[in-house]
């Protein structure tokens, strides 16, 4: 390979074939198996839109329901996982807990048999019921408290949410919490899916797949930019300050948290789903100064930055839902894993059908023929 074939990021180099999910940046166009997803925020649930990624259909009432039934009868943590998380830190970071226990449940759940369909499908069945109990749990703990049960007569985002408040949610926002897992579920070869399928490739446990993933997906450059969005907001104070702090940042080119994506040359499709929903909880419950605050920093950056492609990102409203539920910040990248966690799958199992180790090269710059130096010439 010459040095004019390296791509800082591979950015633009193909890493997999897949029929998983497509992107379309020109146009804002996001499909799932070729559904499209303003189709599935609509009119589909996490879970259905759950096994049309992994399985690679829409599942029947009878397969949905069993699906679900599964999910729901394997909720619950073991004990020890527990009791490992109420060693971590307080102080920890809910992704680092996160990570630890999804890496954890690999020690449970150890028999990889990777060609059997009920290994696999149990392991997708577990990750998918226990990710989003760890979460909750891990936010009791860290106050002290032990954590909260799961409830079996409970749909999957009422039951997190449930988990997180210790109090039945309001359908209203169950129904909009469910339509941002549905949004956050599936995004092409984004950083932490090809972590994902990287992990995937050396054959190893579904477990210590999403663990890498997770991993991922926790940086500020990915997954961690909704935490970011929150923190913008905070430090612009007021809806009369948008302006000079808009023209600050852009003066010294500094990057606004939520606006602009590497794919999206257009406003991101999730992001106007998203801001519409945003619309309906105002209109239901009122406004906020965030929220006023947000709308106004589009207006501003569509008119300074329009014309470069820089609009509001999937990160950008879903922030804002999120603290309008009550939940923490540092809980928003954690909430987009127990989404991602279904895309994650079905990559892994595309990748697992036509498996080839990643192995790719480097271009090495630096030095040759350098003499070893002895101890005392240092």
């Given at each position: ?147 909260v049960p799961p409830r079996d007569d409970l749909s999957y985002a009422d039951n997190f949410l449930y988990m997180l408040n210790e109090q039945q949610p309001d359908p209203f926002f169950a129904r909009i919490f469910d339509v941002c897992l549905i949004l956050h579920a599936e995004h092409t070869m984004n950083a932490s899916t ?185």
């Amino acid at each position: 390979m010459a040095v004019c074939d390296y791509q800082p990021g591979l950015e633009g180099i193909p890493a997999a074939q897949s029929q998983v999910s497509y992107v379309n940046g020109q146009e804002g166009v996001l499909e799932y198996r070729g559904v499209a997803i303003e189709e599935l925020a609509d009119r589909s649930s996490f879970l259905e839109t759950s096994y049309l990624l992994i399985w690679g259909q829409l599942p029947t009432a009878e397969e949905l329901a069993a699906f679900e039934h599964e999910i729901t009868y394997h909720r619950r943590v073991k004990y020890r996982i527990r009791d490992m998380m109420k060693c971590f830190p307080e102080s920890g970071h809910p992704m680092d807990a996160l990570q630890a226990s999804a890496a954890a449940l690999g020690l449970f759940y150890s028999r990889r048999n990777l060609q059997d369909p009920a290994y696999i499908r149990a392991a997708v069945v577990r990750l998918l019921a226990k990710i989003p109990t760890m979460v909750a749990a891990f936010q009791h703990i860290r106050k002290g408290n032990d954590p909260v049960p799961p409830r079996d007569d409970l749909s999957y985002a009422d039951n997190f949410l449930y988990m997180l408040n210790e109090q039945q949610p309001d359908p209203f926002f169950a129904r909009i919490f469910d339509v941002c897992l549905i949004l956050h579920a599936e995004h092409t070869m984004n950083a932490s899916t090809f972590s994902a399928r990287v992990t995937a490739s050396t054959l190893t446990d579904p477990y210590a797949i999403v663990a890498s993933a997770v991993g991922t997906l926790g940086g500020p450059l990915h997954g961690g930019a909704n935490e970011e969005v929150i923190a913008m907001l905070e430090e612009i104070g007021s809806v009369e300050k948008v302006v000079p702090f808009v023209d600050e940042r852009i003066a010294r080119k500094a990057k606004f948290m939520g606006f602009g994506h590497r794919v999206y040359k257009v406003k991101d499709p999730r992001a106007t789903i998203l801001q519409k929903l945003v619309d309906e909880m105002v209109a239901r419950y009122g406004s906020d100064r965030y929220y006023d605050i947000a709308r106004e920093l589009e207006t501003v950056l569509a008119d300074r930055l329009g014309d470069k492609g820089i609009y509001p990102n999937v990160d950008f409203y879903s922030g804002l839902i999120y603290r309008r539920f009550g939940i923490p910040t540092d809980l928003f990248t954690p909430i987009f894993a127990i989404s991602r966690v279904s895309g994650w799958l079905a990559h892994w199992k595309e990748q697992l059908e036509t498996n080839r180790i990643y192995r790719p090269t480097q271009i090495y710059v630096g030095q040759h023929h350098q003499p070893f130096i002895p101890m005392e010439k240092r």
